[in-house]
């Protein structure tokens, strides 16, 4: 679990769908992906960067169980989600990942004038097979999704209403943190940045030593009480605790970390999103010392902007 490029402003209360709402959208494709899984690619996705090496990602119904919840049996190569976005960018990551096939227009490969544009090309082919790994079983539940095909329509909508993204920068520049927060079985956390974390440690006595080269650091503050904490996330495991002077919580199985991120047509100015885009933390635990945890779309929503109507002085 991570907080890198998290902020917290004003919070907002997650929407989350029962067990029962997951396996409706789960177990309807248990057949088709489980067929998948016993092809040629030994449960893992089909896929390639755009420089032809292949991408190692488990399909995600092995990931889940009919329930929808996660299995957290493997962790992850690398400690990342492996997508083919980070090779179309700077940064990387399940945001940038999920832009870039949202607004891929699939080219046709025979349209190339040589057989370097024609593979590449080529691999670029399955948008929505890919962005359908990539899914929280709760977003397939509650917009119908029970295989790649019905990612179609909504891409297309998506695509009309984002029209002209990617089209002056890097896809990474269209999209700005928002909120984050953490939901446990007991309490719900705002999480915040922390840009001094020395201190922030110092500050609020709390024992433990500033380590960035092995963990991630960050606030959360209790939204019923208003405690605020200090969440130490191992970058090896994964694995996270909140710290103040008197107290050190574990967090919970059964938690579940959300970030938000604002898509802005505007870049370098910042205006009215077009579009929200909300990541979950399955939060797994590690496995065998290495991270097990992976982030998914939890939602993503089209926004529309509202005109002010000029104000009269007179």
Not at 145 to 161: F, M, N, R, V
Request: hydrophobic content about 35%; charged content about 25%.
């Amino acid at each position: 679990m991570t907080t890198d490029d998290t902020a917290a402003r004003t919070a907002r209360a997650p929407r989350r769908l029962s067990n029962a709402g997951r396996l409706s959208a789960l177990g309807a494709v248990a057949a088709l992906a489980l067929t998948a899984c016993a092809g040629g690619d030994d449960g893992y996705v089909d896929a390639y960067f755009d420089n032809g090496d292949p991408i190692y990602a488990p399909h995600k119904v092995a990931l889940f169980d009919e329930a929808g919840t996660p299995r957290c049996e493997q962790p992850i190569a690398w400690q990342r989600v492996e997508t083919r976005g980070r090779s179309y960018t700077s940064t990387g990551g399940l945001v940038t990942a999920w832009l870039f096939e949202v607004m891929n227009n699939e080219t046709n490969p025979d349209s190339a004038t040589d057989e370097r544009e024609k593979g590449k090309l080529e691999r670029a082919l399955g948008s929505t097979d890919r962005m359908y790994e990539w899914t929280d079983p709760a977003f397939d539940a509650e917009n119908g999704i029970s295989s790649p095909g019905d990612l179609d329509g909504l891409k297309a909508e998506w695509q009309t209403h984002l029209e002209g993204l990617g089209t002056e920068a890097a896809l990474d520049q269209y999209a700005r943190p928002g909120d984050s927060w953490l939901v446990t079985p007991t309490a719900t956390y705002t999480i915040r940045r922390i840009t001094d974390v020395e201190g922030f440690i110092e500050e609020n006595d709390i024992p433990t030593t500033f380590n960035g080269q092995r963990n991630d650091y960050a606030g959360a503050m209790d939204r019923e009480t208003g405690i605020e904490y200090l969440m130490v996330t191992s970058r090896e495991t994964g694995e996270a605790i909140l710290m103040t002077a008197d107290d050190r919580l574990t967090i919970e199985e059964g938690s579940e970390l959300f970030n938000e991120y604002e898509i802005d047509l505007s870049v370098g100015f910042p205006d009215d999103p077009e579009a929200r885009l909300v990541l979950a933390n399955d939060q797994c635990p590690a496995i065998d010392g290495t991270q097990g945890s992976r982030f998914w779309v939890y939602e993503f929503e089209m926004l529309e902007s509202v005109e002010q109507e000029p104000v009269s002085l007179l």
